[in-house]
């Protein structure tokens, strides 16, 4: 049997303990990024209490979203409960934002493409979000930054079982075919592509579907048609919704609310 | 005692950066645009009425042959679960084929099912389908070829073949492949990478490795990196993915990129690494450049 030098045993020993040391400091590392954020819970108690009882000129979130954030769906104000809080934070600093601060948008592609087969292709000139609601605007214009980032966690963390709403085969049958495949001859994408299989929503910029009342999608469809709401990346879902006709948007809203879903299990 | 800290600072170097995504700015407002109108270009928008509407997926027959379709439409739409055995990477068949293989000018099903068999310029022979969706497998989804006679090849050509139901067969359906874009005077991978920041980077990443779920799979495909598709798949032709891009991204808003930006993020996505050839050595990977016409 050979025998290693002491010279080259010391090396190789050192070598390994390097790598051994290498692999524990991964490790850590990984163990690290793994471990749940810890939550603030002074923000968190701010964000509740304000949700509650609101404060001077700012009504409480609960008058309208519910107890728990759950929406009301035969008014058709939206879920809090369980959306991204940099979602709901991007949501009221555009409710805040005066239509009349932003630069104009000029839509860059024509309609009606036979008529009109030739753009501009250089006139494209972006707008910071903005969205427009009666009730919404007053109330986010009072909020500081800090309040709206309490509300975003507060609401974040709250928990949501959605009840499906039934509907007839045929509706739930188109619904489907645009949800899950859109409208490929007008090359509308479907709109899991990016909210998420079964409309659960994927992180800050695409909100959830499912459990959302079918009043509201269809009303924010609607501001998106007529500019009222435009708030959204490249204009991706106003160029979408232009594509949506009436009975689109009542197929798609009764298939979404026809899902179950559940976040922040309780 | 150098070596050692040698090769950690090497290690170090060629370990991944997890720096997060920025935070939420609307990107287009890094680099607004507005100047005259100067250029005008042709939109060749889809029009409706003009393309082939394959039938919907309600009406799939509830026979054996229906059972069948609907396997291969699960091995489309969800490669990573239903052809995991034959898959390197982590993409799927519909990321590519959008709307499970019905959209025009995204390599739609129902054109290309019926103009095979077909010369093929790439393999420079006749192809049948099936050697063509095997390519794909080798290429697209850097994994093996499933024969011509494995159980999930036989469902994917019989969902293509109901796919196509009424599409003439050897002829150029409008709507085939992904379109044509002229090539610009020249196309330049920095100016593409500040239009792949403001345009593809909220859904691809800024580091163009695509977003999963928390179970692992991908929301959004990655266009570069041990997860894409290799280097001989056509997408890493600069050409076919300008082709791509142009009409199809971003979702929701084709042809809403120039030629000249297409082509522009074409060249970024192609100066990036992906997974190796694997009709060539590993020496002539690593070492032999190549351009981006070939493929």
């Known amino acids: 049997m050979r025998v290693m030098s002491a010279k080259k045993l010391n090396k190789t020993l050192i070598f390994i303990v390097l790598i051994a040391l290498l692999g524990l400091a991964w490790w850590a590392y990984q163990t690290l990024q793994q471990r ?22 700012v009504l409480g979130c609960q008058t309208c979203h519910g ?11 939206p879920r809090l409960a369980g959306l991204n809080r940099d979602y709901i934070l991007k949501q009221l600093q555009d409710f805040a934002r005066d239509p009349l601060q932003t630069r104009a948008h000029i839509e860059p592609i024509a309609r009606d493409y036979e008529r009109t087969p030739a753009i501009y292709e250089d006139l494209t000139v972006y707008s910071a979000g903005t969205r427009t609601d009666a009730i919404m605007n007053g109330i986010a214009k009072v909020l500081t930054i800090e309040e709206m980032q309490q509300l975003g966690l507060y609401y974040s963390l709250l928990p949501f079982t959605a009840t499906p709403v039934a509907a007839d085969v045929q509706t739930l049958e188109r619904g489907a075919e645009l949800a899950l495949r859109g409208k490929p001859e007008y090359k509308m994408p479907r709109c899991t592509a990016c909210h998420g299989p079964k409309g659960a929503g994927f992180g800050a910029h695409f909100p959830p579907l499912a459990g959302q009342p079918p009043a509201y999608l269809i009303k924010q469809i ?9 708030n959204d990346h490249l204009s991706l879902m106003k160029n979408i919704s232009n594509l949506l006709t009436d009975a689109d948007k009542a197929n798609v809203a009764a298939y979404f609310a026809n899902l179950s879903y559940q976040v922040n299990e309780e | 005692m150098l070596k050692p800290i040698l090769m950690l600072a090497l290690m170090w170097g060629i370990m991944p950066s997890f720096a997060a995504d920025s935070a939420e700015v609307r990107p287009d407002l890094v680099k607004p645009r507005a100047s005259l109108p100067i250029q005008l270009i042709k939109v060749p928008a889809p029009n409706p009425g003009e393309y082939f509407i394959p039938p919907y997926v309600a009406d799939i027959p509830e026979d054996k042959y229906g059972a069948v379709v609907e396997w291969g439409r699960k091995i489309f739409t969800d490669t990573q679960t239903y052809g995991k055995r034959f898959v390197g990477n982590g993409l799927n068949c519909s990321s590519c084929h959008l709307s ?3 959209e025009p000018f995204s390599g739609p099903i129902w054109a290309a099912y019926p103009s095979y068999p077909d010369y093929r310029t790439k393999t420079r022979n006749v192809v049948t389908y099936e050697e063509r969706v095997q390519d794909c497998f080798k290429y697209s989804l850097d994994g093996i070829a499933p024969t011509i006679d494995a159980p999930e090849m036989e469902a994917l050509v019989a969902y293509s073949h109901w796919l196509s139901t009424g599409a003439p067969t050897n002829t150029h359906l409008p709507g085939r492949g992904f379109g044509s874009v002229k090539k610009p005077q020249e196309a330049q991978a920095e100016r593409g990478k500040d239009t792949y920041m403001s345009h593809c980077s909220q859904c691809h990443g800024t580091d163009g490795l695509g977003k999963k779920h ?23 032709k600069a050409k076919t993915m300008a082709q791509f891009i142009r009409a199809n991204m971003p979702l929701g808003a084709p042809f809403s990129l120039s030629e000249q930006e297409a082509w522009d993020i074409a060249m970024y996505i192609w100066i990036q690494d992906r997974p190796y050839d694997p009709r060539k050595s590993l020496f002539v990977n690593m070492f032999i450049p190549v351009t981006p016409g070939q493929h």
């Open chain 1, 222 to 230: 609607n501001l998106w048609q007529s500019g009222a709401r435009d």
């Open chain 1, 36 to 57: 749940p954020e810890s939550v603030d819970e002074a923000a968190l108690s701010a964000g509740e209490q304000l949700a509650a009882k609101g404060r001077e000129g």
């Open chain 2, 100 to 102: 499970e293989g019905r």
């Open chain 2, 214 to 236: 928390p179970d692992g799979r991908y929301m959004f495909p990655p266009l570069w990196g041990k997860d894409s598709f290799n280097r001989a798949a056509g997408m890493t």
């Open chain 1, 67 to 77: 107890a728990k954030g759950e929406g009301n769906f035969a008014a058709g104000f």
